[in-house]
C-alpha cells in the first residue's frame, strides 16, 4: 500500500485482496481493489481551509408539461432547488436550467454562472419562482447547456443534477447517446426521476455515463431531503477526474475492470490507452471515501513454484497541459503457481463476495425485464436467485425492495412466488437500486 499526501486533498491508499494461487496450468487471476481518500478536509460539505479547489453546478430541472400533474412535482422541483442551492458553499459557481423540449437559463442567465453568497443564493431563489410547466423533453439540450456553462469556468470540480419526471420523447436515443458521449470526462451528473412515467434504463444510463448516482424519488415530498444529500456530497468533492491506471505485463489481457462498490460499474469498454500495456479508467470526483473495485486477468501459465505480477494499479489525474498526475497510491496482483490443492481453490472473501454482488445486480435486472415480458417462470427464477444472493451477502436493502416484488417462501434457497399486485414505484424503486451493494465484512 502506498498513499500521496498534499495540502487540503484527500490522501489516497489501494489495498488489493486476492488469492494469489493458481493450480497448474491455471491462468485467471482476480483481485478486489479498495481505493481510499482521506484527509481532505471535508465532511458532510462543511467548508474546509481556504484556498481547496473551487467547484461548478449545474441544476437542471424537467419543466415538461408533465410536471404540472400532479402539481406537487413542479412544487417539490422549486423546494429542492432551492434547498439546494442553499447548501452551495461560498464560492461555488453554480447555474439553474429550465428544461422542456429546450434548455433555458433560469439563473443567472447570459451565459454565466453565478458565486454563490448570501445575495446570489437569495436572487437564484426568486428567479425559482418563476419556473412554470409546459413543453416536451429534450434531455440532451439540458446536457449541452449544463456542458457549455460548466465548462467556461476555472475549477476543479464540475457537476450536474438532473431531475426528469417523464421519458426523452422530443430526441432520438441516438441523439441523447450523441451527448453523452461528448459530455462524458467533462462533468459528472447524478439524475433523479420523480414520480413514476420516467425510464429507468433512460435515467441510469445519464448517471452511468457521467459517473453520477441514479435514483427514484416517487413522492415529489422527498425531493428537498434527496437535493441536499446529493449537494452535499457534491459540495465534499476534492479531486477530479480521477482514473484507475492498470497496468499488465507482455501475454497477460484484462478481462474486465468493474467497480463493485458502492455499485456496480463497469468500466471494462471506458479504457483509454495509457502507454504500453496500460490503460485508463474513469472513476470521476473523489472526496474522503472508499470505493472497491474487480479486475479480473489471464496470464501465461507458467510452472509450479513460479511468480510473477499480473497487474499494477495506479492512481492518475490529467492535467491541462496533457500530462499526467500520479497520486502515489499503488496496489500489486501477484500469481504464485502452486501444487497445493487447498491454496489453489481457496477464493479470496472479498472476490466470493463481489462476484455474488454483480451476479445479483445482473439478475434482478433480467428478473425485471422476464417480468414487464411476461415471461412468470423465467421471472419467478431470476429474482428467486436474486433473493438468495441479496440473502446470502447480507444486502439488507435490496432484500426489503425485492421482498415488495416477489412473495419470499425460502430465502436462503431462493424460493419465491411472484406478487399479482406490485406497484409501479416499488417495481421501479428495485430496479433503479439493483446495482447497490453492500460491502463485504472484514
Not at 298 to 325: F, H, I
Amino acid at each position: 500500500m502506498a498513499n500521496f499526501a498534499k495540502p487540503d486533498v484527500p490522501r489516497f491508499s489501494v489495498d488489493v485482496y486476492q488469492n494469489e494461487y493458481l493450480p497448474e496450468g491455471g491462468s485467471q487471476v482476480d483481485a478486489i481493489v479498495t481505493v481510499t481518500a482521506t484527509g481532505g478536509g471535508t465532511l458532510g460539505g462543511a467548508p474546509t481551509a481556504p484556498g481547496r479547489p473551487s467547484a461548478a453546478v449545474a441544476v437542471m430541472v424537467d419543466c415538461s408539461g408533465s410536471m404540472d400533474y400532479p402539481p406537487a412535482k413542479m412544487r417539490g422541483a422549486r423546494e429542492a432547488t432551492a434547498a439546494a442551492i442553499d447548501t452551495l458553499r461560498d464560492g461555488t459557481r453554480f447555474a439553474v436550467i429550465g428544461g422542456t423540449h429546450v434548455a433555458q437559463e433560469v439563473y443567472p442567465g447570459g451565459g454565466r454562472l453565478a458565486v454563490a453568497d448570501a445575495t446570489t443564493r437569495a436572487q437564484a431563489k426568486q428567479a425559482l419562482r418563476r419556473l412554470s410547466a409546459g413543453g416536451g423533453t429534450a434531455i440532451g439540450t439540458w446536457l449541452r447547456l449544463a456542458d457549455r456553462l460548466l465548462s467556461a469556468a476555472d475549477v476543479t470540480i464540475r457537476h450536474g443534477i438532473l431531475l426528469t419526471d417523464g421519458r426523452n420523447e422530443h430526441e432520438s436515443p441516438t441523439d441523447l447517446r450523441a451527448t453523452l458521449d461528448a459530455c462524458a470526462g467533462r462533468f459528472t451528473c447524478d439524475a433523479r426521476g420523480v414520480g413514476t412515467d420516467w425510464d429507468v434504463k433512460e435515467v441510469t444510463g445519464i448517471a452511468s455515463a457521467l459517473l453520477g448516482t441514479a435514483d427514484i424519488v416517487a413522492d415529489p415530498a422527498g425531493l428537498a431531503a434527496d437535493f441536499t444529500r446529493m449537494m452535499e456530497t457534491a459540495m465534499g468533492k476534492e479531486v477530479a477526474d480521477v482514473a484507475l491506471r492498470v497496468w499488465t505485463p507482455v501475454g497477460a489481457a484484462l478481462r474486465f475492470v468493474k467497480q463493485v462498490a458502492p455499485a456496480v460499474e463497469d468500466l471494462t469498454h471506458r479504457r483509454t490507452e495509457a502507454g504500453p500495456r496500460s490503460g485508463d479508467y474513469p472513476t470521476g470526483s473523489w472526496g474522503d471515501e472508499s470505493r472497491d473495485y474487480h479486475l479480473s486477468v489471464t496470464v501465461p501459465p507458467a510452472g509450479l513454484g513460479q511468480e510473477m505480477l499480473a497487474a499494477r494499479v495506479s492512481l492518475v489525474v490529467p492535467q491541462p497541459d496533457g500530462t499526467v498526475q500520479n497520486l502515489g497510491a499503488q496496489g500489486l496482483v501477484r500469481a504464485v503457481w502452486t501444487d497445493d490443492m487447498a491454496a489453489s481453490t481457496a477464493m479470496s472473501p472479498q472476490v466470493a463476495h463481489y462476484t455474488g454482488q454483480a451476479e445479483l445486480a445482473q439478475v434482478i435486472q433480467q428478473g425485471i425485464d422476464l417480468r414487464k415480458a411476461g415471461d412468470i417462470d423465467g421471472a419467478t427464477a431470476k429474482l428467486g436467485r436474486a433473493v438468495q444472493l441479496a440473502n446470502a451477502s447480507g444486502n439488507a436493502d435490496t432484500a426489503k425492495l425485492l421482498a415488495k416484488v416477489v412473495d419470499v417462501v425460502d430465502a436462503a434457497t431462493g424460493t419465491v412466488r411472484l406478487k399479482t399486485r406490485v406497484t409501479e414505484a416499488d417495481e421501479m424503486t428495485l430496479e433503479t437500486r439493483s446495482t447497490k451493494t453492500v460491502r463485504v465484512k472484514k
